[in-house]
């Protein structure tokens, strides 16, 4: 049987848990007080309500700093827990959809992925047929291309849209994130339309032939 040895993390040593005869200290206000011996240099901490703490147990002398230890221990939970908040674990997020879908259901489930990709998880959109919905594929690549298209300004395309038996699938990840530009805009100058986007969903007489 093999042994796993675990390695420890060092314990902070604090006041009378030094255990070491002379200590260069550090003030409160991070200035150099210099070597001391250890039991000055706790009653220096203690005369100013602070705590004596170790903070270089392996430098010759171990090096010492007067601070608020309680305060101390606070603030570094606080900004880890702070930093944990902000650490987002990507999932996978799905959209089903049918090659006939109504415009309403579909705009529903595009803003559904939006909302996903906005928080920063991946969506696999999928488009799933049914019986004689085979024999008109082209419809189901029409409608994903389209869904690319208009998620195409906060996602980038990690999986291109690929068949899989009654099913076509493509799968998005959210954009990286851009630094903002502010542009700087003349008085004189128009705002620029955005040029009309043609639809690539098919049409109702496209619809009634499938």
Do not use: W
């Not at 170790?54 to 700093?65: G, I, L, W």
Request: glycine fraction near 6%; proline fraction near 6%.
């Amino acid at each position: 049987m093999t042994a796993i040895s675990v390695i420890k993390q060092p314990e902070v040593r604090v006041n009378e848990r030094i255990r070491v005869p002379q200590v260069r200290v550090i003030g409160d206000d991070g200035s150099q007080v210099g070597v001391l011996a250890v039991r000055e240099a706790l009653a220096m901490a203690q005369s100013r309500g602070l705590d004596l703490v170790e903070v270089s147990p392996t430098a010759r002398p171990p090096v010492c700093r007067i601070m608020d230890y309680g305060k101390f221990k606070y603030e570094q939970n606080r900004r880890a827990r702070k930093a944990k908040k902000k650490q987002h674990h990507m999932q996978l997020k799905e959209i089903k959809m049918r090659p006939k879908i109504e415009d309403h259901d579909y705009d529903f489930k595009v803003q559904h992925a939006r909302n996903f990709l906005e928080g920063r998880d991946k969506v696999k959109v999928t488009v799933t047929f049914r019986g004689r919905e085979m024999a008109h594929q082209d419809i189901g690549f029409k409608l994903i291309q389209q869904v690319l298209a208009d998620l195409a300004d906060v996602s980038t395309v990690e999986s291109t849209p690929r068949s899989e038996g009654r099913t076509l699938s493509a799968v998005l990840m959210p954009k990286p994130h851009q630094p903002v530009k502010t542009a700087v805009k003349s008085e004189d100058q128009e705002p620029q339309r955005e040029p009309a986007v043609r639809p690539l969903r098919e049409t109702a007489g496209e619809k009634s032939a499938g």
